[in-house]
């Protein structure tokens, strides 16, 4: 849906504004959605665009607005205005903070990032527990609909990744929500509070994958989280091994670049 058209409905939304909305500035584009920032009688909201690829594996949009709801609820995402599954539209509160392109965190900045991840894992809201074999396979599935030149190395890597994600499933793990998916780009600094956005890939499971994108992303060394939360670190090293191949997976099945 191109971003004009997705404002022809405005005043069907449950915080319509008293005129129509008007784009100011284009936030994102990424694989999976594009944000534009709105001017709507003055106050700054974001309209967020699904692109047409629910079926990535894990995405669940009527989820991500529950989770996300509980979320903000609890002071870690913005106010959801406005969702509409069948369009793909999502219009949020606008947080007018900073946002993070050096991904080395400091002292002081991983002590916040962690607190931010432990009050997500502490969000009791309804959600699955995610699967991560399944996840995988469904990626596969995608992949293989689709045939591509430049996978070799990924279908290598296919038998014993399916080994360690099976061991790692059946360990024993401390369960919470997990927002999967922190990266740099999904955290805003307002004065002085952290607040996570797209909490599309949100469920329940082992909070130790949360950590290991955490690592992955920001470019933080396991013994420094370590220090900071009890975290066994085998199973960190095989949460961040996994973390990486469900980011390979998640890449090849976007288009191919030229």
């Known amino acids: 849906m191109k971003p004009e058209t997705a404002l022809d409905n405005w005043q069907s939304w449950l915080c319509a504004p008293k005129s129509r909305p008007a784009i100011i500035d284009e936030l994102t584009a990424g694989k999976t959605n594009r944000s534009f920032l709105l001017d709507a009688d003055g106050d700054a909201l974001v309209m967020r665009l699904n692109t047409p690829r629910d079926n ?12 996300w709801q509980a979320a903000a609820e609890s002071g870690l995402a913005p106010r959801i205005l406005h969702a509409d599954h069948n369009t793909g539209l999502l219009i949020t509160e606008f947080i007018d903070g900073a946002t993070f392109e050096d991904t080395n965190a400091n002292d002081v ?3 916040r990032l962690v ?6 894992h502490e969000l009791d809201v309804a959600a699955p527990v995610i699967q991560y074999a399944d996840h995988v396979d469904n990626f596969w599935h995608l992949i293989e609909t689709r045939p591509r030149s430049g996978l070799d190395l990924l279908r290598q890597q ?3 990744m399916q080994s360690l994600i099976n061991e790692f499933s059946a ?21 002085g509070r952290l607040y996570l956005l797209d909490w599309e890939y ?4 082992p909070v130790v994958m949360d950590y290991a994108a955490l690592c992955a ?5 396991e013994a420094e989280l370590i220090r900071r939360i009890e975290l066994d670190a085998e199973k960190l090293e095989a949460a961040q091994t996994i973390y990486r191949y469900l980011c390979a997976l998640w890449a090849a099945v976007g288009p191919e670049k030229d």
Do not use: K
Request: proline share 7%.
């Open 56 to 67: 990535l594996p894990g995405v669940d949009r009527t989820r991500e607005v529950q989770v």
């Open 109 to 111: 900045l991983l002590d």
């Open 115 to 120: 607190e931010l991840l432990s009050r997500v």
């Open 158 to 160: 296919r038998a014993p």
């Open 171 to 191: 360990a024993d793990h401390v369960v919470g929500l997990c927002h999967h998916d922190p990266v740099p780009s999904n955290v805003i600094d307002r004065r």
């Open 202 to 205: 949100a469920a329940r499971g």
């Open 217 to 221: 992303e920001w470019d933080i060394d």
